[in-house]
């Protein structure tokens, strides 16, 4: 879909805001307009555990719309987005919608990179991602980031390395959600660590970096070893964005906490 429109609900918050729910959900609020990213509501997804508490019902409930990034399971999670309602505007990528309208969801729109949906008073623009977005058993959809721009401009990377293209976004952003971790101990290919994120954030000239992707989920077997470490990511990034970019304010958020922009 390009050029779409979505009629948003709530166009009379006096805040803009983003409130980080955990792993790569967030509910990002410009201009009174709502859109949650990669809702992952639930306590589990296939092997993985949450290890931080579950968002409360009334952050998330009623989105004028959700983005997708991309179809792996712990970013498109089909039980955490009836909890939201089966006829809440979907935005996904290119590939994605047949699977989703197959499973009962009923207002669901395609993004390629370069379009352009229109939600509310918000104009959200699909932008590349280097990363495998396939799902196991299901079918191939490339991963997306998103620009969503109103009175101000907001990238929200979804899973992705890091590529030059990141520092010609247009419009350009001055707020990123930028992934910094994984759900385990390693990184495989198009994923970025903190340095890499830090990187990236440098190149994209902003006024404020959020870290995502980080300090929610763990492996059955590995959380009594590893949870104690979740929150190095952002930390190790705050780390390295002050060394590259001085001038970038890193807002760190723990899963519930939000940040007024």
Known sequence: MADGAVLARHTDAPLDRIVFLGHSTALIEVDGVRVLTDPLLRGRVAHLRRQVPLPQEAVFADPDAVLISHMHHDHLDPASLRLLGRDTPLIVPVGAAAWLYRRGFLAVSELGVGDVARVGRLRVTAV???HDGRRLGGPRAPALGYLIAGGRVVYF????????????????????LVPVAGWGPRLGQGHMNALDSARAVASMRLRVAIPIHWGTLLPIALAPRHRVRLGDPPRLFAEHVARLAPSVDVRILVPGQQTVL
Do not use: L, Q
């Open 128 to 130: 590349e991602a280097h």
């Open 157 to 176: 990377a979804g899973d992705t390395e890091r590529f030059a293209g990141m520092a010609n976004f247009s419009p350009s952003p001055e707020v990123a």
